[in-house]
């Protein structure tokens, strides 16, 4: 499930099971967009991207979509694992800096 | 070589204190950035540099004072820095001014 509020919207999944983390992005103008994840006491590790002429991109047990008609972005992890526990920041780039959406902690029950 | 990295890890300093937080990478990456972010908080965007000049200032306090030595290089100087810019620094580094950015681990200050 989901919580939000003063913490982390937090997304809790079984292992083996397929995660949705969601973000909405607020620029028409962004034309690229990065999904990073952060494990505790590190820094952002670079997951996938997708530019704005694509809907889809799939990586390695990821993959992002782009709805450009509702600035929807998401990222789907298949097959979950204990490892995958982190917070999950989407970035959009309209062309001189990335901003980063507010974060989802993904977090993976044995 | 595909590393950001950062020193030191963690920083503790006083209000009339002088510190620098450094930053290096050897990817041959021409733009370089500074982040600021709180805990529970995305990072927040706090310099650009592009070609080793100064592109992008968010509108940063003048105790913070970035400086790229050259390509590889970047530092920030702190000077009289207040309790709340107590945060995780993070340095990134790009191809260009538009493509995938790569982190560093990010120094932890702590301002007393």
């Known amino acids: 499930g989901e919580s939000v509020g003063l913490h982390l919207p937090t997304l809790s999944v079984q292992e083996g099971d397929n995660s949705i983390i969601n973000c909405a992005y607020s620029n028409s103008a962004s034309d690229y967009f990065i999904w990073y994840k952060q494990e505790s006491g590190k820094g952002p590790q670079f997951i996938i991207d997708i530019r704005s002429n694509m809907d889809k991109r799939q990586g390695q047990r990821v993959t992002v979509l782009l709805n450009k008609t509702v600035k929807h972005l998401s990222l789907q992890i298949a097959a979950t694992q204990p490892g995958d526990s982190a917070v999950y920041f989407c970035?959009?780039?309209?062309?001189?800096?990335?901003?980063f959406g507010g974060g989802t902690r993904l977090m993976v029950k044995p | 070589d595909t590393e950001v990295t950062q020193t030191p890890k963690h920083l503790v300093m006083g209000m009339t204190n002088k510190k620098s937080l450094k930053c290096e990478q050897h990817m041959g990456h021409r733009a370089m950035y500074w982040y600021k972010q709180k805990a529970k908080k995305p990072p927040e965007l706090m310099f650009v540099?592009?070609?080793?000049?100064?592109?992008i200032n968010e509108s940063v306090p003048s105790r913070f004072s970035p400086e790229c030595p050259n390509s590889s290089l970047l530092n920030l100087h702190l000077h009289a820095l207040q309790p709340e810019d107590s945060a995780l620094y993070l340095c990134?580094?790009?191809?260009?001014?538009?493509?995938?950015?790569?982190f560093g681990p990010g120094t932890r200050l702590t301002v007393t």
């Open positions: 990134a580094s790009s191809q260009v001014n538009r493509e995938e950015q790569y």
């Open positions: 540099y592009s070609y080793e000049k100064l592109s």
């Open positions: 970035a959009e780039d309209a062309g001189n800096m990335l901003t």
